[in-house]
Antibody
Framework: EVQVLESGGDLVQPGGSLRLSCAASGFTFSSYAMCWVRQAPGKGLEWVST????????YYADSVKGRFTISRDNSKDTLFLRMDGLRAEDTAVYYC??????????????WGRGTLVTVSS | EIVLTQSPGTLSLSPGERATLSCRAS???????LAWYQQKPGQAPRLLIYGASSRATGIPDRFSGSGSGTDFTLTISRLEPEDFAVYYCQQCSSSPPVTFGGGTKVEIK
């Protein structure tokens, strides 16, 4: 069974940093692009970042470019999101999602339950 | 950036009725890269439709997708109690960025 499980969400002050992790199982992690999608409280879905299957290509939404860094460890089947310079508007549930191929832009067929990041003083 | 506009914002229907949800793109989207998701309160989104009209694994055949170019539709032929949720369309035809529509809430009338 395909599973992705996020962790690392927390309450952090504005300007602070956080690293999210996503542990994958049930599929050949290194063969699929992965992404992060977030959802602010009571709002819709917002794509944050995507990384190619081999980790060589990364893409970001303009709202997080230069502050967030996506990475992956294919030897440990784990996806990461390093978030620096956090702002109140980054407050959201962050979902890890699996792409359907190695291509970085596709739909997402498996999602985790999400991890909550709250940015507040 | 392709903007996806979903309508209506809220759809009030009774179980057994037909639901028709619209997703309009600000520019043409390849059908191959148009997907629909269902999200229930407190849960992650679930893939329903990909390639504009193909049902994902395990999705009942009362869900169907159609459309091309800038106009896409998700139809639920007969609403079951478990279908009341929020539905999102998504495009990755012209990416980055990947974009989602604002969502349509299907609520019980």
């Amino acid at each position: 069974e395909v599973q992705v499980l996020e962790s690392g969400g927390d309450l952090v002050q504005p300007g602070g940093s956080l690293r999210l992790s996503c542990a994958a199982s049930g599929f050949t992690f290194s063969s699929y692009a992965m992404c992060w999608v977030r959802q602010a409280p009571g709002k819709g879905l917002e794509w944050v970042s995507t990384i190619s299957a081999d980790g060589g290509r990364t893409y970001y939404a303009d709202s997080v470019k230069g502050r967030f860094t996506i990475s992956r460890d294919n030897s440990k089947d784990t996806l990461f999101l390093r978030m620096d310079g956090l702002r109140a508007e980054d407050t959201a549930v962050y979902y890890c999602a699996k792409g359907v191929s190695s291509s970085p832009f596709n739909w997402f067929d498996s999602w985790g339950r999400g991890t909550l990041v709250t940015v507040s003083s | 950036e392709i903007v996806l506009t979903q309508s209506p914002g809220t759809l009030s229907l009774s179980p057994g009725e037909r639901a028709t949800l619209s997703c309009r793109a600000s520019q043409s989207v390849s059908s191959t890269y148009l997907a629909w998701y269902q999200q229930k309160p407190g849960q992650a989104p679930r893939l329903l439709i990909y390639g504009a009209s193909s049902r994902a694994t395990g999705i009942p055949d009362r869900f169907s997708g159609s459309g091309s170019g800038t106009d896409f539709t998700l139809t639920i032929s007969r609403l079951e109690p478990e279908d009341f949720a929020v539905y999102y369309c998504q495009q990755c035809s012209s990416s980055p960025p990947v974009t989602f529509g604002g969502g349509t809430k299907v609520e019980i009338k």
